[in-house]
């Protein structure tokens, strides 16, 4: 008896014996190279993510720092050199980058002002990706 076939309503039609038909041979092996660059993209994001968030962390951990920093700084009146102190122990508890030089420090009369400039790298072996942070802090008293 002839073989049968499925047809595209679900209805078999009859294949005469030794005759095989060919279903989109064309298009073979399209769908394995789009998901393997997908899966190349997907794996890539996440290497990315991987190297850069933590640093992204530190930066924000070392921000709300000196926020805490700039509130105490301004009911205590602490000086400028001790603010300064206090930054750069922050910046060392946040694996953070950052030197005397990179921090403006403004006190008057219980406004506190704190700018840092600093950058990091993140190594991503195939590129050397600078990230430059700016965190500003400012508490102006009420008083």
Same mark, same amino acid.
């Given at each position: 008896?002839?073989?049968s076939i499925l047809g595209?309503?679900?209805n078999s039609a009859p294949t005469p014996?030794?005759?095989i038909r060919k279903v989109r041979a064309g298009q073979r092996g399209a769908g394995r190279l789009k998901a393997i660059i997908?899966? =190349?993209? =997907?794996?890539s994001g996440v290497y990315v &993510?991987?190297?850069v968030v933590p640093l992204l962390m530190n930066e924000y951990e070392f921000q709300d720092g000196l926020q805490d920093i &700039?509130?105490?700084?301004s009911v205590n009146r602490d000086p400028n050199e001790k603010i300064l102190a206090a930054i750069l122990k922050e910046a060392e508890k946040d694996d953070v980058p950052v030197e005397a030089q990179d921090v403006k420090v403004d006190g008057k009369g219980g406004n506190i002002k704190i700018n840092v400039d600093?950058?990091?790298t993140a190594d991503l072996s195939v590129y050397q990706w600078t990230l430059n942070f700016h965190p500003k802090v400012s508490n102006d008293s009420l008083l």
């Open positions: 008896m002839f073989g595209p309503h679900g014996p030794g005759r997908w899966t =190349l993209i =997907l794996i &993510a991987f190297k &700039a509130r105490f700084a600093y950058s990091v």
